[in-house]
């Protein structure tokens, strides 16, 4: 009598356009793709970053624009919000995992942000891109440390997590995420395009496709690589058409990559919007990690480690004045 087949999980990546500075327009779209990753039988599905409401290209041609910077704001989403709510419910209705890529709008100041929603439509991770990228910083703030808090158990039994974009670059940050034990990471990043010159390699999709599978490499994890397809629409609408990046239609090169850095998925063409679905073995994970761990057998805590602080800072803290509290007298005094 034969042994049982491995377990597999059914993973999908979200490669499509966005409801380009459309709030409502891009909680409708969100939630259509979630549908459509269940009705495949997917368990997760990963975004790209800022898929709500679409990457900000223009300020890598024109770093002010207070127009199209009011319009972002306005149509950014709120984690506290009825249309967080209504993905959140989406969630639990079709029962999937759902990582999640947005402009947050938190009081009118914006940040890159990622939430994993759990299959039950819990929120169980929000967090915010610790450094915006270059020109990012013209529009989107810092972090703080409660953002490394990154990984999270599921209901479907895996542990997943998230990084944006460049974050993939930072080696404190990977380490801390790895430290942490994913099962999955998605990888969201912003339409992408191959590389041409004068701008970094590391900046196109080769180069960005390769910091997703040195990312899986160095952390034994199946990495969900999540990025956006940008039309003639988006480029008319932020007027990226003579801009350095995302100037002419594509952007899209998700991709499914296993922890030992292969791919297992089939691409989708550049313009093409769809799901990048992939059944995943956790045992290839076990494999990869038998080899090389790097929180485990191949690291030295002894004399290598990281410090970190997860606190949340924030904008006012109340101190008691010296002297100033209250003074308890007893009723015989």
Request: contains cysteine; negative net charge.
């Amino acid at each position: 009598m034969g042994s049982a087949a491995p377990a597999t999980l059914r993973v999908a990546v979200a490669q499509y356009e966005p409801e380009w500075l459309d709030l409502p327009g891009s909680v409708a779209k969100t939630c259509s793709i979630i549908t459509e990753a269940a009705k495949k039988g997917a368990k997760v599905v990963g975004f790209s970053e800022a898929f709500i409401p679409g990457y900000p290209a223009w300020i890598w041609h024109r770093p002010v624009d207070p127009v199209l910077a009011t319009k972002y704001i306005q149509n950014s989403l709120a984690v506290d919000s009825d249309e967080m709510r209504t993905i959140q419910n989406c969630a639990a209705k079709n029962g999937i995992v759902v990582a999640l890529g947005f402009s947050e709008n938190d009081n009118n100041s914006v940040y890159i942000a990622q939430a994993i929603i759990d299959s039950d439509g819990k929120m169980l991770m929000h967090r915010r891109k610790l450094k915006p990228t270059h020109m990012e910083r013209t529009i989107f703030g810092d972090a703080s440390g409660n953002s490394l808090m990154n990984v999270v158990a599921t209901k479907i039994g895996k542990r997943v997590g998230s990084l944006a974009c460049w974050e993939h670059c930072q080696p404190l940050l990977k380490y801390h995420t790895a430290t942490q034990r994913e099962d999955i990471h998605v990888a969201g990043w912003p339409p992408l395009s191959p590389h041409a010159g004068p701008e970094l390699w590391s900046m196109s999709k080769e180069g960005c496709q390769n910091l997703s599978q040195t990312y899986a490499i160095e952390t034994q994890t199946f990495v969900l690589h999540a990025t956006t397809v940008i039309g003639l629409k988006g480029i008319e609408l932020m007027g990226t058409g003579q801009a350095m990046l995302m100037n002419t239609p594509g952007g899209g090169y998700s991709c499914v990559i296993g922890p030992d850095g292969r791919m297992l998925s089939e691409p989708l063409e550049a313009k093409s919007e769809g799901l990048i679905i992939a059944d995943i073995d956790p045992s290839m994970a076990i494999m990869a990690r038998s080899f090389l761990d790097i929180c485990g057998h191949y690291s030295r805590p002894d004399l290598l480690w990281l410090g970190c602080d997860t606190r949340e800072r924030r904008h006012k803290v109340d101190t008691p004045r010296p002297g100033a509290e209250e003074k308890v007298v007893g009723e015989n005094e």
